[in-house]
């Protein structure tokens, strides 16, 4: 089980440097995942519509980096008053620029991956022998 970590908003050696103090908070295992499912879709997402998105990230995780998204601006979380209760996600116009800054990285990535994969594959056999 994976476990959660608390972030602290300001590193205490460089506070006012923006750079390690957002990056710290979008740039852990799940954020882009989530930003880039909302963005994909277009449209709000229910929590469950994000696990089912999502499958190998935890309740708890999930729960948690959409607070911190949404503390941070990237999203906005709606509640319904309804029986049983329903809340949907939405991305912001920030985060629709963050991904716009991170999508050559991602692309970068789609077209690495197969390369890097095999590079991989190679060295841990050098590795073993």
Same mark, same amino acid.
């Given at each position: 089980?994976?476990?959660?970590?608390?972030?602290?908003?300001?590193?205490?050696? *460089?506070?006012?440097?923006?750079?390690? +103090?957002?990056?710290?908070?979008?740039?852990? /295992?799940?954020?882009?995942?989530?930003?880039?499912?909302?963005?994909?879709? +277009?449209?709000?997402?229910?929590?469950?519509?994000?696990?089912? $998105?999502?499958?190998?990230?935890?309740? /708890?995780?999930?729960?948690?980096?959409?607070?911190?998204?949404?503390?941070?601006?990237?999203?906005?979380? /709606?509640? *319904?008053?309804?029986?049983?209760?329903?809340? &949907? *996600?939405?991305?912001?116009?920030?985060?629709?620029?963050?991904? &716009? $800054?991170?999508?050559?990285?991602?692309?970068?990535?789609?077209? +690495?991956?197969?390369?890097?994969? /095999?590079?991989?594959?190679?060295?841990?056999? +050098?590795?073993?022998?």
């Amino acid at each position: 089980m994976e476990k959660e970590r608390n972030i602290v908003l300001t590193d205490i050696l *460089y506070p006012d440097c923006p750079v390690r +103090n957002i990056l710290a908070r979008v740039g852990d /295992k799940w954020s882009l995942l989530i930003m880039h499912q909302l963005i994909s879709r +277009n449209a709000p997402m229910r929590f469950s519509e994000l696990r089912k $998105a999502i499958p190998d990230i935890s309740q /708890k995780v999930l729960t948690s980096t959409l607070r911190q998204l949404e503390a941070d601006g990237f999203l906005l979380r /709606k509640i *319904y008053a309804e029986v049983p209760p329903r809340t &949907e *996600y939405t991305i912001t116009q920030r985060a629709i620029s963050f991904m &716009e $800054a991170c999508h050559p990285m991602v692309q970068w990535a789609i077209d +690495n991956f197969a390369a890097i994969i /095999k590079d991989r594959s190679a060295s841990e056999r +050098n590795i073993t022998l």
